[in-house]
Nanobody, 126 residues
Framework: VQLQAYGGGLVQAGGSLRVSCAAS????????MAWFRQAPGKERDFVAA????????RYADSVKGRFTISRDNAKNMLYLQMDTLKPEDTALYYC????????????????????WGQGTLVTVSS
């Protein structure tokens, strides 16, 4: 499967933004998917994950209550709704997928995901 993230941009602190991930070459209902982000000079960190069933999600503590991961299997799309954005949310946001089944903490481990898209840049100004 090929993944393409888009929808990033510049937003003021406290604002909202939704980034999207379009999948091709495979149907996302066969994949567990997630969002990771990488700030300048830092490692790529887990943000949110959603199981293929759509019934289970997991979030990093830093975004819990502010970000929402969702998917539209019919459109082959993954989304990340980001509310109450903070300057520390500034990063390249990557969508990722894997055919393996993750459980709990496993869904937040970068190495458990095989397919990666290019990132989309989100910049939050103070």
């Amino acid at each position: 499967v090929q993944l393409q993230a888009y929808g990033g941009g510049l937003v003021q602190a406290g604002g909202s933004l939704r980034v999207s991930c379009a999948a091709s070459g495979g149907t996302i209902n066969n994949y567990d998917m997630a969002w990771f982000r990488q700030a300048p000079g830092k490692e790529r960190d887990f943000v949110a994950a959603g199981r293929r069933s759509g019934s289970s999600t997991r979030y990093a503590d830093s975004v819990k209550g502010r970000f929402t991961i969702s998917r539209d299997n019919a459109k082959n799309m993954l989304y990340l709704q980001m509310d109450t954005l903070k300057p520390e949310d500034t990063a390249l946001y990557y969508c990722t997928a894997d055919t393996g089944y993750c459980t709990g903490y496993e869904c937040s481990i970068l190495q458990n995901y095989k397919f990666w898209g290019q990132g989309t840049l989100v910049t939050v100004s103070s």
